[in-house]
Nanobody, 123 residues
Framework: QLQLVESGGGLVPPGGSLSLSCAASGFTLTGYAIGWFRQAPGKEREGVSCIDIWGTTNYVDSLKGRFTISRDNAKNTVYLQMNSLKPEDTAVYYC?????????????????WGQGTQVLVSS
Protein backbone atom coordinates (compact mmCIF):
# COMPACT_ATOMS: atom_id res chain seq x y z
CA GLN A 1 0.00 0.00 0.00
CA LEU A 2 1.40 3.36 -1.01
CA GLN A 3 1.98 5.65 1.98
CA LEU A 4 3.71 8.91 2.79
CA VAL A 5 4.55 9.65 6.40
CA GLU A 6 5.69 13.06 7.59
CA SER A 7 7.68 13.63 10.76
CA GLY A 8 9.81 16.28 12.40
CA GLY A 9 7.22 18.86 13.34
CA GLY A 10 7.02 20.48 16.73
CA LEU A 11 7.20 23.69 18.71
CA VAL A 12 10.04 26.07 17.83
CA PRO A 13 10.68 29.70 18.80
CA PRO A 14 10.76 32.41 16.15
CA GLY A 15 14.07 32.33 14.34
CA GLY A 16 14.51 28.64 14.97
CA SER A 17 14.84 25.73 12.57
CA LEU A 18 13.12 22.44 11.91
CA SER A 19 13.77 19.62 9.48
CA LEU A 20 10.74 17.74 8.24
CA SER A 21 10.93 14.30 6.70
CA CYS A 22 8.61 12.58 4.25
CA ALA A 23 9.17 8.85 4.17
CA ALA A 24 7.59 6.66 1.54
CA SER A 25 6.45 3.09 1.82
CA GLY A 26 4.90 0.85 -0.77
CA PHE A 27 6.66 2.64 -3.60
CA THR A 28 10.00 4.17 -4.52
CA LEU A 29 10.27 7.95 -4.38
CA THR A 30 13.05 7.94 -6.93
CA GLY A 31 10.71 7.95 -9.89
CA TYR A 32 8.37 10.71 -8.72
CA ALA A 33 8.24 14.36 -7.88
CA ILE A 34 7.37 15.13 -4.27
CA GLY A 35 5.79 18.31 -3.01
CA TRP A 36 5.52 19.92 0.40
CA PHE A 37 2.38 21.83 1.29
CA ARG A 38 1.02 23.51 4.37
CA GLN A 39 -2.30 24.54 5.81
CA ALA A 40 -2.54 27.19 8.47
CA PRO A 41 -5.59 27.47 10.73
CA GLY A 42 -8.50 28.97 8.85
CA LYS A 43 -6.60 29.08 5.56
CA GLU A 44 -6.50 27.00 2.42
CA ARG A 45 -3.76 24.48 1.83
CA GLU A 46 -0.92 26.00 -0.16
CA GLY A 47 2.16 24.78 -1.95
CA VAL A 48 5.52 25.27 -0.26
CA SER A 49 8.11 23.50 -2.37
CA CYS A 50 8.58 20.65 -4.79
CA ILE A 51 11.42 18.51 -6.10
CA ASP A 52 11.23 16.55 -9.33
CA ILE A 53 13.01 13.34 -10.23
CA TRP A 54 15.99 15.22 -11.65
CA GLY A 55 16.47 17.18 -8.44
CA THR A 56 15.09 20.42 -9.79
CA THR A 57 13.46 22.36 -7.00
CA ASN A 58 10.96 25.15 -6.78
CA TYR A 59 9.63 27.22 -3.93
CA VAL A 60 6.88 29.66 -3.27
CA ASP A 61 8.52 33.08 -3.63
CA SER A 62 7.93 34.15 -0.03
CA LEU A 63 9.89 31.17 1.31
CA LYS A 64 12.92 31.27 -0.96
CA GLY A 65 16.13 31.45 1.02
CA ARG A 66 14.59 30.09 4.22
CA PHE A 67 13.32 26.67 3.16
CA THR A 68 15.28 23.96 1.36
CA ILE A 69 13.87 20.77 -0.12
CA SER A 70 16.05 17.75 -0.77
CA ARG A 71 15.75 14.05 -1.37
CA ASP A 72 17.71 11.01 -0.27
CA ASN A 73 16.80 8.26 -2.68
CA ALA A 74 18.72 5.66 -0.69
CA LYS A 75 16.48 6.38 2.31
CA ASN A 76 13.37 6.82 0.17
CA THR A 77 12.82 10.13 1.93
CA VAL A 78 12.33 13.79 1.03
CA TYR A 79 13.25 16.52 3.47
CA LEU A 80 12.22 20.10 4.08
CA GLN A 81 14.75 22.15 6.01
CA MET A 82 13.11 25.23 7.46
CA ASN A 83 15.24 28.05 8.85
CA SER A 84 14.51 31.47 10.33
CA LEU A 85 11.00 30.34 11.15
CA LYS A 86 8.31 32.93 11.72
CA PRO A 87 4.98 32.69 13.55
CA GLU A 88 3.24 32.85 10.16
CA ASP A 89 4.94 29.56 9.24
CA THR A 90 2.72 27.86 11.81
CA ALA A 91 0.72 25.20 9.96
CA VAL A 92 0.25 21.52 9.36
CA TYR A 93 2.81 20.48 6.77
CA TYR A 94 2.04 17.75 4.28
CA CYS A 95 4.00 15.94 1.62
CA UNK A 96 2.30 14.57 -1.45
CA UNK A 97 2.91 13.04 -4.82
CA UNK A 98 1.07 12.96 -8.11
CA UNK A 99 3.06 9.88 -9.15
CA UNK A 100 4.51 11.96 -11.98
CA UNK A 101 8.08 12.94 -12.74
CA UNK A 102 7.47 16.67 -12.67
CA UNK A 103 6.01 19.12 -10.17
CA UNK A 104 2.59 20.68 -10.50
CA UNK A 105 1.27 23.94 -9.09
CA UNK A 106 -2.29 22.63 -8.90
CA UNK A 107 -2.85 20.82 -5.60
CA UNK A 108 -5.58 18.84 -7.33
CA UNK A 109 -2.93 16.96 -9.30
CA UNK A 110 -1.59 15.38 -6.11
CA UNK A 111 -3.51 12.26 -5.23
CA UNK A 112 -1.37 10.72 -2.49
CA TRP A 113 -0.97 12.68 0.73
CA GLY A 114 0.60 12.05 4.09
CA GLN A 115 -1.26 12.70 7.33
CA GLY A 116 0.65 15.88 8.06
CA THR A 117 2.94 17.10 10.80
CA GLN A 118 2.21 20.13 12.97
CA VAL A 119 4.67 23.02 13.07
CA LEU A 120 4.11 25.67 15.71
CA VAL A 121 6.34 28.73 15.75
CA SER A 122 5.86 30.56 19.00
CA SER A 123 7.79 32.01 21.89
Amino acid sequence: QLQLVESGGGLVPPGGSLSLSCAASGFTLTGYAIGWFRQAPGKEREGVSCIDIWGTTNYVDSLKGRFTISRDNAKNTVYLQMNSLKPEDTAVYYCATALRQVCYRDLGEYNYWGQGTQVLVSS
